[in-house]
């Protein structure tokens, strides 16, 4: 097992972590990644917002 994620493997992690709950070794990983680079930490980021507006927009949804 590679102890390091690349940030292919931590986005791909990233996105994963969409649609189904990752492992505790995934999760440790990918923060260990995280704390490391300032790129996939502000891919992160986005991802979440994206998800959470996904999430304003569903439940607001069809409301126009
Ligand atoms: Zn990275």
Redesign the pocket.
Same mark, same amino acid.
């Given at each position: 097992m590679r102890f390091f994620y690349t $940030?292919k493997q931590?986005h791909q992690m990233l996105s994963e972590g969409m649609d189904r709950q990752l492992s505790v070794a995934e999760r440790a990983q990918l923060k260990l990644?995280l704390s490391m $680079?300032r790129?996939?930490t502000n891919f992160s980021g986005q991802m979440r917002l994206l998800r959470e507006a996904m999430k304003k927009m569903s439940k607001d949804g069809g409301n126009e």
């Amino acid at each position: 097992m590679r102890f390091f994620y690349t $940030c292919k493997q931590a986005h791909q992690m990233l996105s994963e972590g969409m649609d189904r709950q990752l492992s505790v070794a995934e999760r440790a990983q990918l923060k260990l990644h995280l704390s490391m $680079c300032r790129s996939c930490t502000n891919f992160s980021g986005q991802m979440r917002l994206l998800r959470e507006a996904m999430k304003k927009m569903s439940k607001d949804g069809g409301n126009e």
